[in-house]
């Protein structure tokens, strides 16, 4: 039964296909291992519950050492007989693009496993996170069979080849805020150049990545090739990233575990890793912008996108102290067309906090921004707390100082810090004022300042005047503690492969 109550016939409809989904126990939890569904090695399990209401949607496989040898194993095996890694790249062309067709085949019953499993609305799920992913696996395949190596301007005598070879079992490992969009941008540039992959998926949201796997399988790609072993982080997670026989670790995820990412690497084998982590993004709105209504709407619907769970929410707002009043005005007053509501329901624009954790965590953030000074203007509490989900209001919290925690730290809830700057030289030094680079962006017409702030910001992605416009042709990574590594565009294939040179000595020549 639903804890919220009938809204709209379409909302009635995607109700009926989740509860028949739970009630019919059709939700599998089961690893994919070797082209199989199969129980954890030691038969544990952890219980997979909904952030919309707290609810029971089934028991996950609770992966440990014995399973990510396994799958390791079988991996090493699959990339080493050539079954995939060795078929011509416009077969693996083939096989990507087929499951991206299977992805958009299967929309719905995806788009409702990552709503019920991690709490976005459904409208997103659907309009947003299948999308991308299947585009992302088919922009892979797509370039596979288009991309050329290099010969080297050698002396007459040699003949020096410059190639990419695929590196060989990779690890991947996730996060929850947007589960198989962040799966999608490690699987389509690590299958595309031949590699075998074993994905472990967010404890917090496994269901999607364990569907992929499957469709995966039906596009045609070869048994062993891509597995997935979910469970915690502290188990499988830390054993695929120790394990000798992994080559390369492709990380999503917290700052924190991302220096564990590199322990590990300095403990093992010295694999690769390429971490893609936290932000605190700035949007640095200057006083010549052409519309300080449209900057207010760009900061308010991206940070409350995805309920400000996403790495990239420009969770800081600086803005020139002449105009700060009109766009914190603008803001709030935006704020109440983000309520929290029914994931389910097609209209709804925020859900819910992944967990229970996260919910305290961003509350206890709230807390602490009040304590320390700054002015909550808008939400500040918990929503929804009857429908036993996890839900918080829109919140804003102007006269910020850049030193306070809550203009520090990564939220991953929605949470807006307003700061206010007099001159552009105060603007660029808060902005920077961070350990992380991810994202920001700059408002501004005058065309000298945009690109001379936006070339000062130590960020991987600089927007001027607008916000979240993106395209899996650019790269997407961040400076400093936001990561090394990037994913999306060209530029991922490099994580992936290893770079071999073959000299050849001409005699005669
Ligand atoms: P997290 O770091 O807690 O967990 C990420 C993954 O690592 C999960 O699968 C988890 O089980 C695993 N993990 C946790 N501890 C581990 C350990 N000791 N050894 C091995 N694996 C371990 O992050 P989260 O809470 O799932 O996700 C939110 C974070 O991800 C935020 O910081 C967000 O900014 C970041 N993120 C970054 C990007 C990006 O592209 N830069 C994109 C999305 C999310």
């Known amino acids: 039964m639903s804890a919220f109550a009938p ?137 596979i069979d288009k991309i050329y190596d290099e010969i080297a301007p050698t002396p007459h005598t040699a003949l020096a080849l410059i190639q990419r070879e695929p590196i060989g079992v990779v690890g991947a490992i996730v996060p929850w805020n947007y589960p198989m969009l962040m799966a999608a941008w490690k699987l389509g540039p690590a299958l595309a150049c031949g590699n075998s992959v074993v994905l472990k998926p967010s404890e917090k949201s496994p269901l999607t990545a364990l569907k992929l796997a499957e469709l995966a399988i039906k596009a045609g790609l070869p048994e062993g090739v891509f597995n997935v072993v979910p469970g915690y982080g502290h188990e499988a997670g830390e054993a695929l990233a120790l394990h000798m026989d992994v080559d390369a670790l492709g990380f999503t995820g917290s700052t924190r575990v991302g220096r564990k990412m590199l322990e590990y690497a300095g403990q093992s084998n010295l694999k690769r890793v390429f971490n893609e982590l936290g932000g605190k993004s700035a949007f640095v709105v200057f006083d010549d912008t052409d519309s300080v209504e449209r900057a207010a709407d760009t900061v308010a619907g991206s940070l409350f996108f995805n309920q400000g769970e996403s790495c990239n929410a420009p969770s800081r707002l600086l803005v020139h102290e002449s105009i700060a009043d009109e766009m914190v005005a603008r803001i709030v007053a935006q704020s109440s067309a983000y309520q929290p509501a029914d994931p389910l329901d097609p209209s709804t624009v925020m859900g819910a906090l992944v967990d229970e954790g996260q919910l305290r965590s961003v509350l206890g953030y709230i807390d602490v921004g009040t304590q320390q000074g700054a002015r909550c203007v808008a939400g500040g509490a918990q929503a929804l707390a009857d429908t036993g989900g996890f839900y918080v209001q829109p919140t804003v919290f102007d006269r910020v100082d850049n030193s306070m925690k809550i203009a520090q730290e990564e939220i991953f809830g929605p949470v807006l810090s307003v700061i206010r700057f007099k001159d552009e030289a105060e603007a660029i030094r808060l902005a920077n004022g961070t350990p992380y680079g991810l994202q920001a962006s700059v408002w501004s017409q005058h065309i000298d300042r945009a690109h001379r702030v936006a070339r000062a910001l130590k960020a991987g992605t600089v927007h001027v005047n607008q916000y979240d416009e993106d395209d899996i042709t650019v790269p997407f990574g961040g400076f400093k503690q936001s990561g090394n590594g990037r994913d999306k565009s060209l530029h991922a294939l490099d994580k992936y492969t290893e770079l071999k040179t073959t000299w050849i000595r001409i005699n005669g020549a």
Request: charged share 25%.
């Open 7 to 143: 809204t709209s016939p379409q909302a009635c409809i995607w109700r009926d296909r989740a509860e028949a989904l739970i009630a019919e126990h059709r939700i599998d939890g089961r690893a994919f291992i070797n082209g199989q569904r199969v129980s954890s090695l030691g038969g544990a399990t952890f219980d997979c519950l909904s952030p919309i209401d707290g609810r029971l949607l089934g028991v996950v496989a609770r992966g440990e050492r014995a399973d990510v040898d396994a799958a390791v194993s079988v991996a090493r095996q699959a990339f080493d007989d050539g079954r995939w890694a060795r078929q011509p790249p416009a077969e693996r062309k083939r096989v990507l693009q087929r499951l991206a067709e299977l992805m958009i085949q299967h929309k719905d019953e995806l788009a409702l496993l990552e709503t019920l499993d991690m709490g976005k609305p459904i409208q997103y799920s659907l309009s947003v996170d299948v999308p991308l992913a299947a585009r992302c696996i088919n922009w892979f395949g797509e370039a």
